[in-house]
């Protein structure tokens, strides 16, 4: 019988309620009374010098409040970057400025030159219209072999190159990698793309700065996945408000995916502007302005070689990879390649020997961070291409040279610093044997041959370190903040709760998740219980959503608060029951002293806590309200395989996914039902990158895919009915739920296999010359493929 | 600026409004109903789907002056007269058809329209329909099982959870 309430139900989204009914309150909903509106005028060309800005006519077109440009905010700080990584030989990446408006260069398309506020969001269109900008054409680098060249157009004049770092990982492997490679009795070797991506939450990005100056408060609402982190990236590294003067909200959040992680440009400029004029902004991004502003994703060149012995036993891996950083350093972006990419190397494989290398460069594109899985698909896509690809070369079925390299005893320690606690990699495998009917399938095959189609499967398994991050050693890695997390436990006097927790929900279901834990843990219906995240001024300090990471960081947090309510509660009941601490039990709701028919219920402690006239006053103080701050001791290390089955038909050279499985190693589950949908979005998103989307550029920096005609989103026909299944479970051994974290999976794991049943498909039909299709295998690219 | 009229969920609303002015802006701004969502600026992703005179329009393609005298039916006029989740809202929250909710608004709309003309559809049919409603978290899959659910169809039987 499945549970109805706690951990383990399915239980009803209770946020639904208001997003099906348009009840929902995002940013773009909130308006403040008297509120002025932005627009940004935005750079056109990728790279140049800005010789003037006359914005003298624009001043005086009607509804015109104010005209801000670079000059604006000149001593006013940059946009800061929040990881330093060191490079191979022990020096700090280059670190350009990056300013709020443009200063005297723009270097990329999209970069802001001046911010038009004015009564209506259509004068201030109109008057941008009327500014006079002059940008002397710089030659732009967009290819990043390209930019690396002496004598390449330099993106910051001030640097010496536009290479950001050199990382090396571990560079003392290096020697002994180079051995193992040079005397393998078989080497594969893949060179391959990591398309440059676009989130793309539905909910473009909005800000609304207000100030209150009866007080000197600001305000920003803003689409944010963690509002304390851009309360403090904002306060004290851009603006200078200190963090009391200073609020964050984040309401209802339409989708995130990483990249409304970062602090952007538009958030300062409406928050400074609003302190500057004294009344509040708001900005909407159109979806343009989201393609040529938001922090893409990828963007990777890599070449990866695979040593085996005799025996098809992995030796070693070896990678060169060329990572974008765009024009310039997003607030995350320089981890993403490195600390989020190499140490994933390994996979679900015992390979002894790797190196990663790992070049950065400046180009001038949009800035590149972080999207839904952050450096691991890229670590997943490039070793379980070239897995696959050495089956083919040594003519072994790709599923068992998988088993016969899986790691199978844990805790295991890789060659690139990290130690999985818990995995059964052969299971996940049989499970996806199984649901994806393996066996069946050169059946179908035949089928689809009947009809002229030609039919393929691919495989691939992942691993993924999430739960981010343990602070001491991300630290170490560069990170400049902590990540722990934080959550207050409230405990009105009537026995309902209210959590206050540093986690972000938009999209998650935390409101309903969460619940099902304290709920759990005290024997009290999920009702009672309340999550409010999204407010710096409600919330205690937590590090947000991310890195598939609220329920083991966050929800870890919210475990200890409860734990801390429980031993007080405890203790009131003893004094209630006139009985021992150590007797007290408490279950479905009730206080009971052990092994006698004496008990109090939880709402009675509660209100004793609260008007405490019979109460142990001399022991503890009144009322009911912990909190906790918890910070892991380990990443969480979900893992699963993955197969998919596509129809490609051999006179277009389009593919189509026929059937698409998934079985995953979560850990412990909260709520199935979310955490399935969580793997089906990230499916798609992982389909999508594999066969629709590509952010394109042309040779002058042009983005030449800025909206939903040019950028190929996945629709409802472009994918199937998933089969997704998490029932393999080895629990997470250090944090308390047990728990792995769920949001990325999909995404990781789904754009490997997608590509190895093109290949496999392309195969079945003669065409054994295609060794290796770039994503997105549009049917452009599998034909010319075909007939190349 | 000019004086439109409309009838918007039942009840008479006017206002002035710029012969730019579209029916999303009118809606959201004007009158304050927010659940209408403007997530593109191409007519591509349908998060501001609404119906105008009992057919699914996108409301970022029409001028607010178009819908002069018409009957618009928005998100915010889709529950039952009690205020309770109809049929094809509640078909969403049963089967988690919504995550981060901001392209719900568009994908109930489009829903009540097909099912509207077509009161069964196979699962083709709702995947072709929905080719203009574009949802980024979900992978569709809850969506199309909870059309087919609040059709009547038992999609126990069709996909896995």
Redesign the interface.
């Known amino acids: 019988m499945p549970k109805d309430n706690g951990i383990g139900a399915s239980t009803?989204?209770r946020?639904?309620?208001?997003?099906?009914?348009?009840?929902?309150?995002?940013t773009?909903?909130v308006?403040v009374y008297g509120q002025a509106y932005v627009h940004f005028l935005r750079s056109d060309v990728a790279h140049g010098r800005i010789s003037k800005i006359d914005t003298s006519a624009a001043e005086a077109m009607p509804g015109v409040v104010r005209i801000f440009t670079g000059k604006d905010f000149e001593g006013i700080g940059g946009l800061p970057c929040g990881w330093q990584v060191t490079d191979r030989h022990g020096a700090a990446m280059k670190e350009p400025g990056h300013p709020v408006l443009a200063q005297g260069k723009v270097r990329h398309v999209g970069d802001p030159i001046a911010a038009v506020v004015a009564e209506s969001l259509?004068e201030a269109r109109d008057a941008a219209e009327a500014i006079e900008v002059e940008i002397e054409d710089l030659p732009a680098v967009v290819d990043m072999k390209a930019a690396l060249e002496s004598g390449a157009a330099k993106v910051h004049d001030d640097l010496d190159d536009n290479l950001c770092y050199d990382w090396g990982f571990v560079e003392e492997n290096k020697e002994a990698v180079d051995k193992a490679i040079s005397e393998a009795a078989h080497v594969t070797t893949l060179e391959l793309k990591n398309n440059r991506l676009v989130a793309?939450?539905?909910?473009?990005r909005v800000a609304v700065g207000d100030y209150s100056a009866a007080n000197d408060e600001s305000t920003l609402f803003t689409t944010s996945q963690n509002p304390h982190v851009i309360r403090l990236l904002m306060g004290a590294f851009v603006l200078g408000i200190p963090e009391h003067k200073l609020r964050v909200v984040a309401p209802?959040?339409?989708?995130g995916?990483g990249t409304k992680i970062f602090h952007y440009a538009e958030e300062a400029f409406c928050t400074f502007a609003a302190r500057q004029l004294k009344r509040a902004v708001k900005w909407?991004s159109?979806?343009?302005e989201a393609f040529m502003s938001d922090a893409h994703g990828r963007d990777h060149v890599t070449k990866i070689e695979l040593a085996l012995d005799a025996d098809n036993n992995f030796t070693a891996i070896r990678t060169e990879t060329y990572a974008n950083m765009g024009a310039y350093l997003s607030t995350f972006a320089p981890s993403v390649p490195t600390w989020l990419h190499g140490t994933l190397m390994a996979g679900n494989y015992k390979t002894p020997l790797i190196y990663v290398n790992v070049k950065a460069v400046f180009t001038n594109t949009v800035p590149v961070d972080a999207y839904r899985g952050a450096g691991r698909p890229e670590a997943t896509y490039q070793l379980e291409r070239v897995i696959d690809k050495a089956a083919r070369e040594l003519g072994v079925d790709p599923i068992a040279l998988r088993r016969q390299n899986f790691i199978t005893e844990f805790p295991y320690a890789t060659p690139v610093a990290v130690e999985y606690d818990t995995g059964d990699y052969p299971a996940t495998m049989d499970k996806l044997e199984e649901i994806a009917d393996i066996k069946g399938f050169a059946a179908r095959r035949a089928e689809s041959e009947k009809r002229g189609k030609l039919r393929g499967l691919g495989v691939n398994c992942y691993i993924e370190a999430c739960g981010i991050a343990p602070s001491n050693l991300v630290g170490q890695l560069g990170a400049r903040a902590g990540l722990y997390d934080a959550a207050t436990v409230r405990v009105n006097a009537t026995g309902s709760i209210s959590v206050m927790v540093g986690a972000h929900s938009?999209?998650?279901?935390h409101e309903t998740s969460f619940p099902q834990v304290v709920a759990e843990m005290l024997g009290i219906d999920e009702s009672m219980v309340d999550i409010v995240h999204g407010d710096s001024s409600k919330i205690p300090f937590g590090m947000g959503t991310y890195g598939s990471r609220s329920i083991a960081v966050c929800g870890s947090a919210m475990v200890r608060a409860t734990e801390k309510i429980i031993n007080k509660a405890k203790k009131i009941a003893a004094h209630l029951l006139e009985a021992s601490e150590a007797d007290i039990e408490l279950k479905d709701g009730q206080f009971s002293v052990a092994g006698t028919d004496k008990s109090v219920a939880w709402g009675d402690v509660t209100l004793a806590a609260y008007v405490p006239h019979n109460y142990p006053l001399e022991d503890i103080e009144p009322g009911l309200e912990e909190t906790a701050f918890y910070d892991p001791a380990n990443f969480t290390y979900p893992s699963g395989a993955y197969a998919c089955e596509v129809e490609l038909d051999p006179e277009t050279g389009k593919v189509t996914i026929e059937r698409f499985a998934a079985a995953d190693d979560f850990g412990n589950i909260i709520n199935?039902?979310?955490v399935?949908?969580q793997v089906?979005?990230?499916?798609?998103?992982g389909i999508g990158q594999a066969l629709l989307e590509d952010c394109a550029y042309d040779e002058t920096g042009q983005l030449i895919s800025a909206?939903?005609?040019d950028y190929a989103?996945?629709?409802?026909?472009d994918?199937p009915?998933?089969?997704?299944d998490h029932s393999c479970q080895t629990p997470c051994t250090h944090n308390p739920l047990g728990v792995k974290g769920c949001g990325e999976a999909?995404a990781i794991g789904s754009p490997p296999s997608v590509i190895n049943a093109v290949i496999d498909a392309l195969h079945s039909g003669g065409h054994s010359h295609v060794t290796h299709i770039d994503m997105p295998a549009s049917p452009s690219r599998v034909w010319a493929a075909m007939h190349g | 600026m000019t004086k439109v009229s409309m009838t918007v969920n039942g009840k008479s609303v006017s206002g002035e409004v710029e012969g730019r002015t579209l029916l999303v802006q009118f809606l959201r701004e004007n009158l304050r109903l927010t659940g209408t969502h403007v997530g593109c600026d191409t007519s591509q992703c349908g998060a501001c789907v609404v119906h105008v005179d009992g057919e699914a329009v996108k409301a970022c393609t029409m001028f607010a002056g178009e819908a002069e005298g018409a009957q618009v039916t928005t998100i915010e006029g889709m529950a039952n007269a009690d205020g309770s989740l109809n049929t094809i809202q509640q078909a969403f929250q049963d089967h988690h058809g919504l995550q981060c909710g901001f392209c719900t608004p568009g994908m109930v709309m489009s829903a009540a329209a097909l099912l509207k003309e077509n009161p069964q559809p196979s699962e083709a049919e709702v995947r072709d329909y929905l080719e203009g409603n574009i949802c980024r978290c979900t992978g569709y899959h809850n969506i199309v099982k909870a059309i087919m659910a609040a059709s009547g169809q038992d999609v126990g039987k069709i996909a896995a959870e």
Do not use: C
Request: net charge negative; no cysteine.
């Open positions: 009803k989204r946020e639904d309620v208001r997003f099906l009914t348009g009840a929902g309150n995002y773009d909903d308006n259509a793309n939450p539905m909910e473009p209802d959040v339409g989708g995916f909407t159109t979806r343009s938009h999209g998650q279901g199935p039902m979310i399935s949908g089906h979005g990230g499916l798609a998103q909206s939903y005609m989103m996945p629709r409802a026909d994918v009915f998933y089969a997704v999909g």
